[in-house]
């Protein structure tokens, strides 16, 4: 792989050796790229495809996204042509998030604005997206919801390990972070769904005989517990609980 970034990294200006590709037909959709990019993106291609570690699979997905989405696309490379450079790094690194940016174009507004890449997420940042995010598809079953939330942050988190914009504890961090919120958002919703079957929480009769709320709670073990989450770690989870048996189950009948 690093012969072939050499031998990309001789383009300059606008030429780009058809010879650099591995793969016939792109040389041929690389042309194409360069006479429908704005002049500016279209100088900037080359060396924006030596940098990335799979130009073919770039200029593929690239023209994907030009085909699909010519007005989002042409937009985002015109008012700004770091967009061009995050869509090409992530086409080139990771074909999932590369169909994810394909089949949501409202990204590249992100990769448009710079800064917004370049900010580190939290917790409390993660759950004001998601709410945003959740009144846009409100009819979406939230299993769906959540999937499609993890992948659009997966692409935003990736561009900014691609880009050199985070260091790998911060990428760890955002990916133990947005974990996080997505469990706390899926027991939010069995809590919900509860409710709504019993009309109230389980409730518990204490040896003294206090009534009160069955606790539950969700520990993370293992990398996530330690914050250090990568794109394809397992989560380990355990789950605790009031024991009903020893504490006496107070019966609520279903709705």
């Known amino acids: ?129 998601f709410a945003r995010f959740r009144m846009r598809n409100h009819d979406t079953p939230l299993p769906v919801l959540l999937a499609r939330f993890k992948r659009r942050e997966y692409v935003r988190i990736f561009t900014r390990e691609l880009l050199g914009m985070a260091s790998l504890p911060e990428i760890t961090a955002e990916i133990s972070a947005l974990s996080d919120v997505m469990i706390e958002q899926a027991l939010s919703h069995c809590e919900s769904e509860l409710r709504g079957r019993y009309g109230s929480w389980p409730q518990l009769r204490s040896p003294q005989g206090r009534v009160y709320a069955a606790r539950f709670a969700v520990l993370s073990l293992g990398k996530l517990g330690g914050n250090e989450l990568n794109y394809s770690s397992d989560i380990d989870l355990l789950y605790l609980y009031d024991d009903a048996e020893v504490a006496g189950s107070i019966a609520i009948p279903a709705r």
């Not at 690093?2 to 990309?8: P, S, V």
């Not at 993106?41 to 940098?51: C, F, G, M, V």
């Not at 023209?63 to 937009?75: I, S, W, Y």
């Not at 869509?87 to 074909?95: D, E, I, N, R, T």
Request: aromatic share 6%.
């Open 1 to 129: 792989m690093r012969a072939n970034e050499n031998t990309l990294g001789e383009a300059s200006g606008g030429s780009f050796s058809g010879s650099a590709f591995r793969e016939s037909g792109s040389a041929a959709r690389y042309a194409k790229l360069l006479a429908l990019l704005p002049a500016k993106a279209s100088s900037e291609l080359p060396q924006h495809l030596a940098d990335s570690c799979d130009p073919d699979r770039a200029v593929l997905q690239l023209e994907v996204l030009l085909q699909r989405h010519p007005a989002e696309a042409l937009t985002a490379f015109v008012s700004s042509t770091f967009a061009l450079r995050a869509s090409v790094a992530l086409f080139a690194g990771s074909p999932w998030l590369g169909q994810t940016l394909l089949q949501n174009p409202d990204l590249l507004r992100l990769f448009a604005r710079p800064l917004g890449l370049a900010a580190e997420l939290r917790e409390e940042d993660f759950r004001e997206q």
